[in-house]
């Protein structure tokens, strides 16, 4: 069964961090792009930041300007985990975080990942 889970979400103070895990099972990276997207109530959706594995030994990341110095995704491939590590937390990046994935390299479209997370929530207090 194909299936990715997320966890780490939580509660944390402006500036604060949280590290989000994502596990997968059913399915392997390579040739994959997994990404970290988010949305806030009320709002759309958005991509926050990408890792394409081209082999074991070979990755890209991407990620949205408005994470970018603050966010890092990473991954262990042995253990089919993605990680997003984030710092400098603002009340901003308050959202359900998914984790998804996609064949092929990045996209920031949502509607092109065909497997999904059930999401962790991040709350960032002021």
């Known amino acids: 069964q194909v299936q990715l889970r997320e966890s780490g979400g939580g509660l944390v103070q402006a500036g604060g961090s949280l590290r989000l895990s994502c596990e997968a099972s059913g399915l392997t990276f390579s040739g994959t792009t997994m990404s970290w997207f988010r949305q806030a109530a009320g709002k759309e959706r958005e991509f926050v930041a990408a890792?394409?594995?081209?082999?074991?030994?070979?990755?890209?990341?991407d990620y949205a300007d408005s994470v970018k110095g603050r966010f890092t995704i990473s991954r262990d491939h042995a253990k089919n985990m993605v990680f997003l590590q984030m710092n400098n937390l603002q009340p901003g990046d308050t959202a359900v975080y998914y984790c998804?994935?996609?064949?092929?390299?990045?996209?920031?479209?949502?509607?092109?990942?065909?497997?999904w997370g059930q999401g962790t929530q991040v709350t960032v207090s002021s």
């Open positions: 998804a994935r996609r064949p092929g390299f990045h996209s920031d479209s949502a509607g092109s990942y065909g497997i």
């Open positions: 890792i394409t594995l081209s082999n074991p030994w070979q990755y890209t990341t």
